[in-house]
Each structure stands twice: as C-alpha cells, then as structure tokens.
C-alpha cells in the first residue's frame, strides 16, 4: 500500500502476535511522525535483547543471567513449584503477590492439533527437579482451556506416584462478571470450587 520501506516496516510490524495491519500501521507511522521518538534505541533495545536475555538454567524463566532473579532469591520456599506454560505467565503470578515458591515454565503446553508433545516441553527438566525430594508442592498453573487442560492431566498421572502433592489453580466466574455471560464449563467450575463463607 505504501512505497518501499515504509510498507517493508509496517509489514514488519504486523508480524509480530496481536498486532493486526491497522496496528502495524498505527505504530509505523508514529514512529515517523514523532520527531523525539528515539529510533537508535529502539534499534539497540531490540539487538540487546537477542544478545543478552536467555532462559534460566533451572526454571525456564527469562534472565539476563544463568539464574532469573526468583530463583536465585533465597527468600522464596524451594517446596514449592508452580508450573506454567510461558515465562508471561510468571510475571502474572507475580504481580498478585500471593506466591512465595518458585517456578518452572514449560515452554508451551501439549496440543496434537499444532505438533507440540510432551517431549517438546521441559517436563523432563521438571522431573529431574522433583527428584532430590525438596520439593513437596507441585501447583500446576496452566491455563483453562484444552491445551492447557490435557498438560495439567498428563503432569498429574506423572506426578502421582512421587509422593508430592499435585494442586491446581482454581478456576471459576471472574470478579465483576456476570452469571448469565459465563459459559457452561467457567460456571460449572465456579459451583466445584466453592468454598465455606
């Protein structure tokens, strides 16, 4: 639509997850509009990021060094693991403060349909950190649809036999949400996970 390198950025820009063409657009053209815009920087942040983020060794979690800042904290309690899917769900789960424990980020979730098995994930690094017998809480935080559903399952069957207890998070009717817009699954969940007022 746009002459050369323009549309070359605007394309760009629309590759990347959730950002549709008008978005794409959006932010191309701020980019040349706004004359304080700090383009070298941008430029620098994005070469840095490739060349000095990495996963940690133990958990999985973005860092900048061997081992992310949480498992390094010696604060946090070693009994107890909460695993999720990807390093974004970490920083949601910190951001409410409720978890003191530490993490492991398995890189995805299993889904037939797109080829992701359990071999695709850190599952094997996960069974080797439960191993020592430090562990005694396994939380399994995937996410509450289908793929992250048959995860939480198949971690559950592998975990059963190692004298840990497998939790996982509550699932139900978000605050402020209305009954009759749930779905059938979200309110069933709600009526399971009841609890004693």
């Given at each position: 639509m746009y002459d050369g390198i323009v549309q070359e950025l605007i394309d760009e820009f629309g590759r990347l997850p959730g950002i549709g063409p008008k978005s794409a657009q959006r932010?191309?053209?701020?980019?040349?509009?706004?004359?304080?815009?700090?383009?070298?920087?941008?430029a620098e942040l994005l070469t840095g990021i490739r060349e000095r983020v990495r996963f940690c060794e133990q958990c999985g979690n973005v860092s900048e060094q061997d081992?992310?800042?949480?498992?390094?904290?010696?604060?946090?309690?070693?009994?107890?693991?909460?695993?999720?899917?990807?390093?974004?769900?970490?920083?949601?789960?910190?951001?409410?403060r409720e978890f003191r424990g530490l993490y492991h980020v398995l890189g995805g979730a299993i889904s037939p349909i797109a080829g992701i098995g359990p071999d695709d994930l850190r599952i094997a690094q996960l069974m080797t950190r439960l191993a020592d017998g430090t562990v005694q809480e396994v939380i399994l935080a995937?996410?509450?649809?289908?793929?992250?559903?048959a995860t939480a399952s198949y971690l559950s069957r592998l975990l059963v036999s190692m004298q840990i207890t497998v939790s996982r998070l509550?699932?139900?009717?978000?605050?402020?949400?209305?009954?009759?817009?749930?779905?059938?699954?979200?309110?069933?969940?709600?009526f399971e996970g009841r609890r004693v007022l």
């Open positions: 932010i191309a053209f701020h980019i040349l509009q706004t004359p304080s815009f700090d383009v070298a920087r941008l081992r992310c800042a949480i498992c390094r904290d010696p604060r946090r309690n070693p009994a107890l693991i909460c695993v999720v899917e990807d390093a974004k769900d970490v920083a949601a789960i910190e951001r409410t995937t996410n509450p649809n289908l793929e992250g559903e509550a699932s139900g009717l978000p605050v402020g949400g209305d009954l009759e817009y749930a779905d059938e699954v979200t309110l069933g969940r709600a």
